[in-house]
């Protein structure tokens, strides 16, 4: 995980960085929770531990966050420039389609080169 990458790109994607804002507390005896802005909880947080409040946030070190990456890309506007850059586009009789090269096809590495490409 990096996080100014993963917090960029799940911007991008118009998605919420979970936990930047932290608007109201759930709590029941053991432990409470924390809600963000867009009404999702953090995981528990026991009493018993000093942790911060940890929210789910896109990991694009994984392949869940690379097939929303490569989604994302295939729809953007700029997906023309990228993937000739990057990849390969074959245009066929239908929609055009996508590939990257085979080195790209890594989560991590992926996601820095759609990071340094997007910013
Ligand atoms: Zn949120």
Redesign the pocket.
């Known amino acids: 995980m990096n996080i100014d990458r993963d917090k960029f790109l799940t911007e991008v994607m118009n998605e ?6 932290i608007v109201d507390y759930r709590n029941n005896a053991g432990s409470s929770q924390a809600l ?5 909880g953090s995981r528990w947080k026991s009493q018993f531990n000093d942790d911060d409040f940890q ?1 789910t946030q896109n990991d694009f070190s994984t392949w869940k966050c690379f097939e929303k990456l490569f989604n994302l890309l295939t729809h953007h506007d700029r997906k023309f420039e990228f993937f000739t850059k990057y990849g390969a586009i074959v245009h066929g009789d239908d929609e055009p389609k996508f590939y990257i090269e085979d080195s790209l096809i890594d989560p991590d590495k992926f996601a820095d080169i759609a990071y340094a490409f997007l910013k």
Request: charged share 15%; aromatic share 16%; hydrophobic share 25%.
């Open positions: 919420c960085w979970h936990g930047v804002e963000c802005k867009c009404g999702q929210f």
